[in-house]
Each structure stands twice: as structure tokens, then as C-alpha cells.
């Protein structure tokens, strides 16, 4: 069975930065890439970034610049560190993981909340 946990939400200013990480684990399989969605109220879930095990990246627009997305192949593990963040940064946080399948896994979501 695949877990993916996930950890480093909260509630911040504007202006403020947070640190997500996601840990998975189980039979995964060949990861392809590793990434982080979000979804605010109301909207649809949206990309945020990704990371291939090579270390490509690919971000939204609207994160470009303050956020940064990283990884530890050796522990299955992804991060991202986000800076000056706004207030419709506002979202729960899901992390995935898509394997060569291809697959995609999903975290539980962790609450991150930007308001001062």
C-alpha cells in the first residue's frame, strides 16, 4: 500500500514563507515525477509544481519566483519552500506522486492559510 505523508502547512502573513514536505512510501513503483496541487474554496485543483526524478521543474505561473520545488530521490521525498506568499496562495496542499505506469498517488492534503 502507497502513504504519502505529508507535513508543513499552517497559518502565516502575507509576505511570510512555509516549508511543505511529503514522505511516501509503500510499493510505488517507478516514480515518474513528484509534485504538489492545491484547491481553494470553491475552485478546482490546480498544479503547483513538479519534479522529475532528474530534477526537471515546471511551476504555475502565479508561484514562479517565490516558490521552489525540490526533492531526495533516496528517500522518496519532495518539498517546497514557499516565499512571499499572498493571500489567494490560500489552499489546501495535496501532494501526488506519478509513477512510469503511469499512476498518480495522492496525499491527504495539508491546510495552508495566508491572512493577517
Known amino acids: 500500500q502507497v502513504q504519502l505523508v505529508e507535513s508543513g502547512g499552517g497559518l502565516v502573513q502575507p509576505g511570510g514563507s512555509l516549508r511543505l514536505s511529503c514522505a511516501a512510501s509503500g510499493s510505488i513503483g517507478s516514480i515518474h515525477n513528484m509534485g504538489w496541487y492545491r484547491q481553494a474554496p470553491g475552485k478546482q485543483r490546480e498544479l503547483v509544481a513538479t519534479?522529475?526524478?532528474?530534477?526537471?521543474?515546471n511551476y504555475a505561473d502565479s508561484v514562479k519566483g517565490r516558490f521552489t520545488i525540490s526533492n531526495n530521490n533516496a528517500k522518496n521525498t519532495v518539498y517546497l519552500q514557499m516565499n512571499s506568499l499572498k493571500l489567494e496562495d490560500t489552499a489546501v496542499y495535496y501532494c501526488?506522486?506519478?509513477?512510469?505506469?503511469?499512476?498518480?498517488?495522492w496525499g491527504q492534503g495539508t491546510q495552508v492559510t495566508v491572512s493577517s
Open positions: 519534479i522529475t526524478q532528474e530534477g526537471k521543474t
Open positions: 501526488a506522486v506519478t509513477t512510469w505506469s503511469p499512476r498518480t498517488y
